[in-house]
T-cell receptor, first 112, second 114 residues
Framework: GESVGLHLPTLSVQEGDNSIINCAYS??????FIWYKQESGKGPQFIID?????DKRQGQRVTVLLNKTVKHLSLQIAATQPGDSAVYFC???????????FGKGITLSVRP | EPEVTQTPSHQVTQMGQEVILRCVPI?????FYWYRQILGQKVEFLVS????????KSEIFDDQFSVERPDGSNFTLKIRSTKLEDSAMYFC????????????FGEGSRLTVL
C-alpha cells in the first residue's frame, strides 16, 4: 500500500554541520519522490525531487539519495544554516495528477 | 517572485455552516490543488483540478466538498456543512506542468470548526 514515513521526529544539528534526514517508503512500485520544507506558519516549499531512474540528485546545498533496494530516501543538507530550521517532509507522487502522499514531518533544529 | 495567495488566513465557524476558502494561484499555472493539514499531522491530498474539472480526488473529498474556478483567477474550496473534524489548515497549490512533484503552495487558511 501507500506509506511514506520518516524515521525520527526531530533532528538537532550545529550550525555549519551537515544534516541528513531519512525517509522510508513501502511501495516498491513508487517512482517519483519529493522533499518539501515547511517553515512555521507557511505552506510546504519544494526543495528537490528524484525519479527512480536516478539514485542521486544534487541541488544548491542539498542532495537527495534514493536506494530502491531498501526503499529508502534521504535528504542531505550541507553546511546547515539557521534558515534551514523547519519541518521536512518526504512525499511520493502516487497519481497521474500530482497526488502527493506526504510522510510524517521531521523537525530540523539548527543550534547557533 | 510570484506567489499563491489564500484568504482568509483564519476562519472560525460553527458546525454545520458553509465555508468558502479562496485562492489566487500563480497566473501562468494550469493545474490546481487543495491539500489539508490537521494540526501536527501530515499534509493530505484533497483534490486536483485542471481545465475546469476535477482530475482526481481523495476519499476525504466527499459530497460536502466542492471546488470551482469561476472567473479564471480565483480557485475556491467550499465545504457545505462543516464538521468538527474539518478543522485543519487548508493549502492551495498550483503547478505549471502535469504530473509534477513541484507544487507551489500558498500559506494556508486555518479553519476552526466549533
Amino acid at each position: 500500500g501507500e506509506s511514506v514515513g520518516l524515521h525520527l521526529p526531530t533532528l538537532s544539528v550545529q550550525e555549519g554541520d551537515n544534516s541528513i534526514i531519512n525517509c522510508a517508503y513501502s511501495n516498491s512500485a513508487s517512482d517519483y519522490f519529493i522533499w518539501y520544507k515547511q517553515e512555521s506558519g507557511k505552506g510546504p516549499q519544494f526543495i528537490i525531487d528524484i525519479r527512480s531512474n536516478m539514485d542521486k540528485r544534487q541541488g544548491q546545498r542539498v542532495t537527495v539519495l534514493l536506494n530502491k533496494t531498501v526503499k529508502h530516501l534521504s535528504l542531505q543538507i550541507a553546511a546547515t544554516q539557521p534558515g534551514d530550521s523547519a519541518v521536512y517532509f518526504c512525499a511520493e507522487n502516487t497519481g497521474a495528477n500530482s497526488k502527493l502522499t506526504f510522510g510524517k514531518g521531521i523537525t530540523l533544529s539548527v543550534r547557533p | 517572485e510570484p506567489e499563491v495567495t489564500q484568504t482568509p488566513s483564519h476562519q472560525v465557524t460553527q458546525m454545520g455552516q458553509e465555508v468558502i476558502l479562496r485562492c489566487v494561484p500563480i497566473s501562468n499555472h494550469l493545474y490546481f490543488y487543495w491539500y489539508r493539514q490537521i494540526l501536527g499531522q501530515k499534509v493530505e491530498f484533497l483534490v486536483s483540478f485542471y481545465n475546469n474539472e476535477i482530475s482526481e480526488k481523495s476519499e476525504i473529498f466527499d459530497d460536502q466538498f466542492s471546488v470551482e474556478r469561476p472567473d479564471g483567477s480565483n480557485f475556491t474550496l467550499k465545504i457545505r456543512s462543516t464538521k468538527l473534524e474539518d478543522s485543519a489548515m487548508y493549502f492551495c497549490a498550483g503547478s505549471g506542468t502535469e504530473n509534477t512533484g513541484e507544487l507551489f503552495f500558498g500559506e494556508g487558511s486555518r479553519l476552526t470548526v466549533l
